[in-house]
């Protein structure tokens, strides 16, 4: 369209000036744009650089190497196992079916695991390692390794994992690792970090749990540089931590292992420990378990099976069961009045099967009573009568403080779990337990461990080395750490008359040593080797007048859990005591005839060093003894099973 | 005076044409397309055939497009506008129905190897229809209530296609752009000053129908919003691109962290990093000092428009050059507005570095049409 001069020249003038308008507007734009440049980086450069790092830089803990436990000789009792594991990313794989399909015809993968592993491949970035097998065997980790070709994306790995090659000999008193739970985290004040990695694993119970701190280590940690979706892209700066302590234990495997075999099914307990030194020689409770199902996580079944088994293969009973330590404890009684002087070794007591006190009557436990008897009688045939006579004169509170003195009715501090206090009744505590007063018939029941006494078999065994050394010898179980052995300082005399500990002495020699001694048949034959100790048989029912007067029922015919318990502390050599055994068995009947020989079998096989020849055995027992060993040394694990690393030999 | 008024003669002819070039204004582009090279080129961690290669090729053919549009006469351009404003509508009405989904919206034609976006196009032929169109009016008559309802029929007709594909921030540029032209033309100021009431009161109208079921925008589009409102609240989830692209343009501070040192980029933080958040790496690699020089390009590129502009004195020429070099600052602002964390994510590239075809061609062909409008000038 023509259009004229004049209008060309108006339109040209409105255009230019709406565009400087326009660029007036562009121009400010363009300020507040760069302003905010400036205001990002610039005045904020730090914090957003300090986000940058935190989108660019992770932490990530190395776990450190579990310390060993060793036995006092170096062998292997809880280990580092390398554990072959398999596993595969997404991506690496391409078609999933079909390496998933190759490799369940290498190795075996059940249903349930295909299922897990399915899920879990779907679930994950296609970079994140999917265990397909754990636990393999080497055969067929190496045939996975050998395959790695044909398998694209899969992984053969090796890795740790806590191992305990002597199963269930140290099931107590090493215990086992698991899973970290919330309640391990909540327990602590300030977890260590190391314990939040996934499938870390500390001690639950024993050794394992109460020298944590010293088997673990420290985490070394890597810094690594990720990218949006966490892929590791590179390791920036490595920091190795330190691996856990060695601990060594003063327990001897082979000891452990044969009284451990020895007590067999039985519900049982056993302590053997070094009367000079304190240390815990062996110290098995039966039945063990296998604590390496807990490591791999127990299955429901096996669990159900352990604790609905009525002889409770999970508790540790040498710390945690509390008996009544039954005639056991005459030595406790026979020291207090000794000591108060209100007995000689000579003072006499005549026993008529029972006294009678106001309108009850307590029993002796042979009927028709011992007749005349002195102390060292009393305690060589376990005159009941004996004892509530002497108690009587010298109260319990007197009792208690020599039980005390002999560690019974305290805790002994050891790395093991639920150690029980026991209990050394007097008065005051049952005022505070009962709210009662205490009578005279509860000091009768006490004189023979009855009542409310209560002792842990450690206790009775710390109780015989402490009566045969006259010393307060101190329970030890670790030997050293870290290859520094743990100091043990000369056990205190007690302080008891000299005079009082040999008549005491003297009664236990007879127990086994006298012709009418309640566990002469287990005696030791061996002169060098001479065994002294006491028996005890103590009732976990009340044994009503009405069935006294028919007659009591012999424990053959009581269902297993109404039967008495059978105790038996001992220590030998006689003339020069080197170690101290104490043995429970639960429901097992007469302390003479069940526990003892027990003990004498831990105690010979301890001194010899061995499987005990049969030259220790009286004459008249040995072709029954050798068929009886011949059918444990069947249940021993064979010698050499657990080589001692050469390192960890220790002197 | 008209085209018709100044001859051939007075206008460069055959090769001498390519000395009457805007050269700052090519030099300026190509300088501009080499920054962006340069951070596909890192992004892509020191790799050419991933983005920088196909880019470069891209803009080699762009290139070519643009010297041969500015060799032909701004008057054939002229007369082209009804024609190509037309095919561009087409073109949308086809992406309606043949296009293909992408980013949750139907965006794209293919056609053959090529790969149209007609929304892009659209931006560039809506300019020429209306610059033709008042080049045409009586200026007497621009401000006339009737002969303003006609441009806005031309640019809400494009806008409305775009919208329902749905696809906001085109839309809004195209009406931005639209209005660009209007404005550079003389319409009343009045008529803006009304539009603008209306849009406060349709922003507000969009809010308190959220929700209900004639609610104004898409579930996404709100929730755009609200991220671009406090990014911060959901730092994993809507807010994620923002966060990090502060992240990235921040932690570079005055300097930068170094060519090819980005770590938000080249570790992936970043979204979108080589599309429409490229400026972010910018930031990152070359700090304050980097990304305020390309601020500066830019700004030259716009200046040398609005000269060439204001010197022009064929009213289609100069309504041309306008509306193009507005619409090409609003790519700039709107984009880094978003990546900066000033504006709602609404899916804007930056000229001539995002990777992508449609944009870098349809960009080429505004400045091959500005180059003719500068070459064709009456003298």
């Given at each position: ?651 | ?125 809506m300019?020429?229809l209306l610059?033709?169109y ?9 401000s006339?209530p009737l002969w303003v309802l006609i441009p806005v029929l031309v640019i809400v007709l494009p806008t409305a ?13 195209l009406l931005?752009?639209g209005a660009?032209v209007m404005?550079?033309a003389?319409v009343?100021?009045?008529y803006f000053?009304a539009v603008?009431?209306m ?181």
């Open positions: 369209m023509r259009r004229t001069a004049k209008d060309t020249e108006e339109s040209a003038r409105r255009i230019n000036r709406r565009a400087l308008l326009m660029g007036g507007a562009m121009v400010a734009m363009f300020a507040v744009l760069g302003a905010r440049m400036r205001y990002l980086s610039v005045e904020q450069a730090d914090e957003f650089k300090l986000l940058a790092e935190e989108n660019r830089i992770n932490m990530r803990l190395i776990p450190p190497e579990r310390g060993l436990i060793l036995d006092r000789n170096g062998a292997l009792v809880a280990g580092n196992e390398q554990n072959y594991s398999v596993t595969m990313t997404r991506e690496g794989a391409g078609d999933v079916d079909a390496v998933l399909a190759r490799l369940t015809r290498l190795i075996p993968v059940t249903a349930e695991d295909m299922d897990r592993i399915t899920r879990d491949l779907d679930r994950n970035s296609p970079f994140v390692p999917i265990v397909v097998a754990d636990r393999l065997a080497w055969d067929d980790f190496s045939k996975v390794a050998l395959n790695a070709p044909t398998l694209p994306g899969v992984t053969p790995e090796v890795g740790l994992s806590r191992h305990y090659p002597l199963v269930e000999d140290f099931s107590h008193v090493v215990g086992y690792v698991g899973p970290v739970s919330e309640k391990d985290l909540a327990e602590r004040p300030d977890p260590d970090p190391v314990l939040r990695i996934p499938e870390f694993q500390i001690g639950k119970i024993g050794v394992e749990r109460w020298m944590e701190d010293t088997l673990r280590g420290t985490a070394g940690n890597k810094r690594i540089e990720v990218n949006h979706v966490g892929r590791v892209m590179r390791e920036l700066e490595r920091i190795d931590g330190t691996p856990g302590q060695d601990v060594h234990l003063t327990i001897d495997a082979d000891v452990q292992n044969f009284v451990q075999a020895r007590l067999g099914t039985e519900s049982a307990a056993c302590v053997v420990i070094d009367v000079e030194t304190g240390e815990i020689i062996a110290c098995a409770s039966a039945p063990g378990f296998d604590p390496n199902l807990f490591v791999r996580g127990i299955t429901q079944r096996d669990y159900s099976a352990l604790m609905e088994n009525d002889h409770r293969p999970l508790a540790n009973k040498t710390v945690q069961g509390a008996y009544p330590p039954g005639s056991t404890f005459k030595m406790v009684t026979a020291l207090a009045a000794l000591e108060a002087g209100l007995i000689t070794p000579s003072t006499t007591h005549s026993c008529p099967g029972y006294i009678e006190f106001g309108d009850r009557r307590f029993h002796c436990w042979k009927r028709g009573g011992h007749g005349r008897v002195d102390l060292a009688r009393s305690l060589a045939e376990s005159c009941d009568v004996y004892y509530y006579e002497i108690a009587q004169k010298v109260g319990i509170d007197k009792i208690a403080e020599m039980g005390r003195r002999l560690g019974l009715g305290i805790r002994h501090d050891l790395p093991m779990s639920a150690i029980t206090e026991g209990i050394m009744p007097d008065k005051a505590w049952k005022q505070e337990r009962w709210g009662q007063d205490w009578r005279i018939g509860d000091t009768i029941n006490a004189s023979i461990g009855q009542g409310y006494v209560l002792a842990s078999p450690l206790q009775l065994a710390v109780m015989t080395a402490r009566i045969a050394t006259g010393r307060a010898i101190v329970p030890r179980l670790v030997r050293a750490i870290g290859g520094r052995p743990v100091e043990m300082p000369q056990a205190e005399p007690l302080g008891l008359s000299s005079d009082g500990l040999a008549a005491v002495r003297q009664g236990m020699f007879e127990v086994l040593n006298a012709q009418r001694g309640t566990a002469y048949s287990s005696r030791i034959a061996d002169e060098t080797l001479v065994f002294a100790g006491k028996t005890g048989t103590s009732q976990v029912r009340n044994i009503t007048a009405a069935e006294r007067a028919r007659g009591v029922v012999s424990n053959d015919q009581l269902p297993w859990n109404r039967r008495d318990h059978a105790l038996f502390v001992g220590y030998a050599p006689y003339d020069k005591p080197r170690y101290a055994v104490s043995v429970v068995v639960e429901h097992g009947g007469g302390g003479s005839a069940v526990a003892a020989p027990v003990a004498r079998d831990a105690i010979l096989r301890v001194l010899h060093g061995d499987i005990p020849p049969l030259t220790s055995y009286p004459a008249n027992q040995r072709g029954r003894i050798e068929t009886d060993l011949n059918a444990l040394r069947e249940r021993l694990r064979l010698s050499g099973t657990a080589t001692p690393p050469a390192t960890e030999q220790q002197g | 005076m008209s085209f018709l008024e100044y001859r051939v003669k007075t206008v460069p002819g055959g090769l001498s044409k390519v000395l009457h070039l805007n050269w700052p204004l090519v030099v300026l582009v190509i300088a501009v397309a080499s920054v962006g090279f340069l951070i596909l080129y890192s992004i892509a961690g020191g790799d050419m055939a991933t983005w920088a290669e196909p880019q470069m090729k891209r803009f080699a053919v762009g290139l070519v497009m643009m010297f041969a549009i500015a060799f032909v006469p701004i008057w054939f351009w002229r007369n082209m506008a009804g024609l190509a404003f037309a095919v561009t509508i087409l073109l949308l009405l086809a992406v309606e129905f043949f296009g293909v989904v992408g980013m949750g919206a139907q965006r794209w034609l293919d056609i053959g190897p090529i790969r149209i976006q007609p929304s892009e196009l659209a931006k560039v032929t300019v020429m610059a033709a008042y080049d045409w009016l009586d200026i007497k008559k621009v006339r296609l775009v919208v329902i594909q749905p696809n906001l921030g085109t839309s809004l540029m931005m752009g660009a404005f550079a003389g009343s100021v009045w000053a603008a009431a849009v406060a009161g349709l922003v507000a109208s969009v809010f308190t129908t959220r929700g209900t079921p004639w609610q104004f925008l898409h579930d996404y589009q709100y929730r755009r919003i609200d991220t671009f409102l406090d990014p911060s609240a959901d730092p994993l989830g809507a807010g994620y691109n923002i966060m990090q692209a502060k992240i990235a343009l921040g932690s570079g501070g005055w300097g930068g962290k170094g060519f090819m040192q980005g770590t938000q980029s080249r570790l992936n933080f970043l979204p979108e990093k080589h599309t429409d958040f490229i400026f972010t790496t910018l930031g990152e690699e070359f700090g304050f000092v980097g990304a305020f020089s390309l601020l500066v390009l830019y700004g030259l590129i716009l200046f040398f428009c609005f000269t060439s502009a204001i010197q022009n004195k064929d009213r289609f020429s100069q309504l041309l050059i306008i509306g193009l070099a507005a619409n090409f600052f609003l790519y700039l602002a709107v984009n880094l507005s978003m990546v900066m964390g000033m504006a709602p994510v609404v899916g804007v590239p930056l000229p001539f570095l995002s990777y992508g075809g449609s944009v870098m061609l349809v960009l080429l062909i505004a400045f091959g049409l500005i180059q003719s409008a500068h070459v064709h000038r009456p003298r």
